[in-house]
């Protein structure tokens, strides 16, 4: 199982990214995907999923409106459209695989496997 991220980088504050997750070695279109994100000194979080069983999208409230969460089951891969960054964004982003076709909130358990992350930093 691979999960590898990509996309991140330094953006100026009110800027955008997308984040990419490629992904092999597990049947894709039967996982829910999630976004997470670490700050130093903080402990991860959850900032965005997207359900495999009917494609229910959720958000962290730090995030809502700024981010949108999509998918590619065609080629295995997930997204996270960045708009409007701001400085507490930055973080190193991971990307997630739940075996649910449902996830109902942003428990780590829920989530199976996990990419090794990439850096997004935000300058003023």
């Known amino acids: 199982v691979h999960l590898v991220e990509s996309g991140g980088g330094l953006m100026q504050a009110g800027g955008s990214l997308r984040l990419s997750c490629r992904t092999d070695?597990?049947?894709?279109?039967?996982?829910?995907m999630g976004w997470f994100r670490q700050a130093p000194g903080k402990e991860r979080e959850g900032v965005s999923f997207?359900?495999?069983?009917?494609?229910?999208?959720y958000y962290s409230d730090s995030v809502k409106g700024r981010f949108t969460i999509s998918r590619d089951n065609a080629k295995n891969r997930e997204y996270l459209e960045m708009e409007d960054l701001k400085h507490d964004d930055k973080a190193v982003y991971y990307c997630?695989?739940?075996?649910?076709?449902?996830?109902?909130?942003?428990?780590?358990?829920?989530?199976?496997?996990w990419g090794q992350g990439t850096q997004v930093t935000v300058s003023s």
């Open positions: 997207i359900n495999s069983a009917d494609g229910a999208k």
């Open positions: 070695g597990f049947t894709f279109r039967d996982y829910s």
């Open positions: 997630a695989a739940s075996g649910y076709g449902h996830v109902w909130n942003f428990t780590t358990r829920y989530f199976h496997f």
